[in-house]
C-alpha cells in the first residue's frame, strides 16, 4: 500500500469492481482509450491487474480517495511483455481516473509515487510512460512527474487502425538511481 495526502493506492478488493465498472463505462475517460468497456471486461482487467500483482508484487493499485473512500481510479505500474507492444519488455506508469478526480492533480501525486515506489522498493532501473500523441493531458502528467521524452521509441499502436487518430503513441521515460 502506498499513501499520499490525498490518495490510498492498494490491492483491489471485490467491492471495487462496480466503481471501476462505472469508470470504464464512461466515455470521457475512454476518450483516449479506443471506447467503453462492458462490466465484464471492466472485471477482466481487475483479474489481469489481480494475477499481476501475484506475479510480480505490483500493478495498476486501486486508487483510493483519502477524503470520502471513493474509488477515484487506478494508478500504477505494469509490466509489458516483449512482443505485445513495440515498447516491450518494459514497465509502464499509468493512470485512469473517474472525471468527478480531473483536474485537481490526483493523477501526478498518485503517479509520482508509484515511480517513486518503482524506484525504490520496486528496485526498477527505468519506467516509461506512453500515450497517444495527441493526449497533451497525460503528457502534462508525465511532465510534472519528472519523466522526459524519448521519441527514438515512439510508435504505432499495432491495435489501432492505421487511420485511427490515436494511433502514433509517444513514450516518456525515467531512469532510477544507479
Known amino acids: 500500500m502506498i499513501e499520499t495526502g490525498r490518495l490510498v493506492l492498494r490491492p483491489w478488493r471485490d467491492e471495487d469492481r462496480a466503481a471501476f ?3 470504464n463505462a464512461d466515455p470521457r475517460v475512454h476518450d483516449w482509450l479506443g471506447g ?11 483479474d489481469r491487474i489481480n494475477a499481476a500483482m501475484a ?3 505490483f500493478s495498476f493499485w486501486a486508487a483510493e480517495h483519502r477524503v470520502d473512500g471513493r474509488l477515484a481510479g487506478m494508478i500504477g505500474l505494469s509490466r509489458v511483455a516483449a512482443g505485445d507492444l513495440p515498447v ?7 493512470w485512469r481516473l473517474h472525471p468527478d478526480f480531473w483536474g485537481l492533480g490526483l493523477a501526478s501525486e498518485g503517479a509520482k509515487a508509484a515511480l517513486d515506489w518503482g524506484f525504490g522498493p520496486g528496485s526498477l ?3 516509461i510512460a506512453f500515450t497517444a500523441q495527441t493526449n ?4 502534462a502528467v508525465m511532465r510534472r512527474i519528472g519523466m522526459t521524452p524519448d521519441p527514438s521509441r515512439d510508435f504505432d499502436h499495432p491495435r489501432l487502425a492505421q487511420d485511427h487518430p490515436l494511433r502514433r ?3 516518456w521515460t525515467s531512469k532510477g538511481q544507479a
Open 88 to 94: 516491450g519488455p518494459c514497465v509502464e506508469i499509468g
Open 55 to 57: 506475479a510480480n508484487g
Open 125 to 127: 532501473a527505468e519506467i
Open 36 to 46: 467503453p468497456i462492458s462490466p465484464q471486461a471492466s472485471d477482466a482487467m481487475v
Open 21 to 23: 465498472a462505472a469508470i
Open 136 to 139: 497533451l493531458a497525460s503528457q
Open 169 to 171: 503513441h509517444v513514450v
